[in-house]
Structure formats: C-alpha cells, structure tokens
C-alpha cells in the first residue's frame, strides 16, 4: 500500500493553505486502548498540532483526540503528548530539515493502515501572505474554468 493511503479519519487541510509542503514522511504513533477507540470513530483534530523533536524522538504535539463515550476513569487526556514512530534516520533527516530557516514539521492527515493507525507528516516552509493571495487566486480561475467548461457541454 502506498504512502498516505488508507482510511482516512483526519485532515490537516490549513497545513496545505500555510505552508509548501516539500517532504513527506509516514509515521506511526504510540496510543492507548482508548485513544484508538476514539481514532477508528474519527474523533480526532490535527488543525492546530505540531511536531517537535525532543531528545532524538518525534512527539506531536496539540493533536486533539476526544475520549472515548464508553471509556472508563482510565481515559486519555485529550491534548497529550504522543510519540511518533520513526526510524532514527528519518528523525535526523527532519532535524537537518528543521535547522534550515523558515521549515518546520506538521502533520497532514492521519488514516488507518493495515489495521495501524498512521500519521502523514510534512516538511514545509511557510507561506506569505502574498504567497496565500496567489493560490487563492489561482483556485478561483480554475475553478471559474470548470464552471465555464460545464456550462457550455450541458447543451
């Protein structure tokens, strides 16, 4: 199965908006029994998440998985902080990735793969607001494109 594909349950769609996106890379996570109850459900936000590394590990961190309706006084706190599973050759790639000015890591989208939740993270540098403007102006002349394309092949 290729990369990013699978289930997905959450998309980071303003990672797309903010940031060009140059590098991907897949990761798994370490969770609890009631975090992935609550993940197979699609409970979970990546809107405002980030990843940091730490003492030669991946953590993401403001990843927001809501608890689990049937779980117990053993629930997860809903913005802990998670590992990520990464070999230590990919995590020394995001760090010379990271020490370049302007580049950070975020996560993209999280999907289930073969049975394993993974999380789709990114290397991207951050756009301005110029940068912003243009593709929203290019997504609308597409988009107006389209419109006009079907427009005309409906007679």
Do not use: C
């Amino acid at each position: 199965m290729a990369k990013g594909t699978g289930k997905v349950l959450a998309q980071n769609k303003k990672a797309g908006h903010d940031y060009f996106i140059e590098e991907t890379i897949e990761a798994g996570m370490v969770l609890t029994g009631t975090e992935i109850k609550s993940i197979r459900a699609g409970k979970v936000q990546l809107k405002d998440s980030f990843v940091r590394i730490r003492n030669g590990e991946a953590w993401i961190s403001n990843m927001h998985v809501s608890p689990f309706d049937q779980g117990n006084r053993f629930n997860h706190d809903p913005l802990r902080a998670r590992k990520l599973l990464l070999h230590k050759k990919q995590i020394g790639e995001l760090v010379g990735a990271v020490k370049r000015d302007g580049y950070t890591i975020v996560p993209l989208k999280m999907y289930i793969k073969d049975g394993y939740a993974k999380l789709l993270i990114g290397v991207g540098k951050g756009k301005k607001d110029y940068d912003k403007r243009d593709d929203m102006r290019k997504k609308e002349a597409k988009r107006e494109m389209e419109r006009a394309f079907k427009a005309k092949n409906q007679f």
